[in-house]
């Protein structure tokens, strides 16, 4: 029996208006009345912090936000600090998202300092990794993974990751209607467990929570939650949905 509390996150992206997002989160909050076995979270964009902090307060879902800058202030326009984060509700923060990495030329080193400047904000990051089709055929997807394990976490005590969660989100498999069967993604879940093992030892190992991103379902859901390795799972699209959403954090 894992020691391990699941968690299904839900990753908003570049949807909504504000009046949508409210109602949402409203209708996310009426369906969510019974306490779920997981940790629940919803990233909205950024100007919708502070309005859906008001509606998840005191309710079963966490504020997240989906990416932050490493520095507390400074003069870097559009940019959004761990203080600010903070200071209007978030618990959680995404950093490392495959469409940061290709469309915002998000580096490995970048993606440390910003998982850095959460910790000492109090923080919780969201890691994301992942390999794009391309590598998966060309066999590449071990390496891919473990460069971006070891960069984004390299320098950091046991004591400063004993939070962080990791998602695993196969590129091809996001918006594209394709997942990884359950074998396929207990199996990278499995390496990545391994490998944290091999860095920091089997204590963190064991307590670090895993999610899959990939096209996640209610029709899918239970299946991978079945694997050993598997804590939960980053959702996109599924997620905009409440009564869709609320069927997954009760699988």
Not at 49 to 78: D, I, M, R
Not at 126 to 132: L, R, S, Y
Not at 223 to 250: C, Q
Request: glycine residues 8%; neutral net charge.
């Amino acid at each position: 029996m894992t020691e391990r509390k699941p968690m299904i996150a839900g990753n908003w992206k570049m949807f909504k208006t504000l009046p949508q997002a409210l109602g949402t989160a409203r209708e996310l909050v009426d369906l969510l009345k019974k306490p779920p076995v997981a940790d629940v979270m919803i990233a909205p964009a950024h100007v919708f912090l502070q309005p859906l902090f008001t509606v998840f307060e005191s309710t079963y879902v966490a504020l997240g936000a989906q990416n932050v800058f490493w520095e507390n202030e400074g003069a870097f326009t559009g940019e959004i600090s761990p203080p600010m984060l903070t200071s209007v509700g978030c618990k959680y923060v995404i950093i490392g998202h495959s469409e940061r990495r290709q469309f915002l030329s998000e580096t490995n080193e970048n993606i440390r300092k910003k998982i850095k400047a959460a910790i000492d904000s109090r923080l919780i990051p969201i890691f994301c990794v992942g390999e794009t089709e391309a590598e998966r055929d060309a066999e590449k997807t071990f390496s891919v993974l473990d460069k971006q394990v070891r960069k984004g976490i390299e320098k950091f005590s046991r004591d400063e990751l004993k939070d962080l969660v990791i998602a695993y989100e196969p590129v091809w498999a996001i918006g594209t209607g394709k997942t990884a069967t359950k074998k396929q993604a207990q199996e990278i879940h499995a390496f990545i467990r391994s490998l944290i093992e091999k860095i920091y030892g089997n204590d963190l190992a064991k307590k670090m929570r895993i999610l899959y991103g990939g096209s996640v379902k209610p029709t899918n859901i239970a299946d991978l939650m079945g694997m050993d390795d598997i804590d939960g799972a980053l959702i996109g699209g599924a997620s905009l949905e409440a009564d869709t959403f609320s069927k997954i954090v009760y699988y």
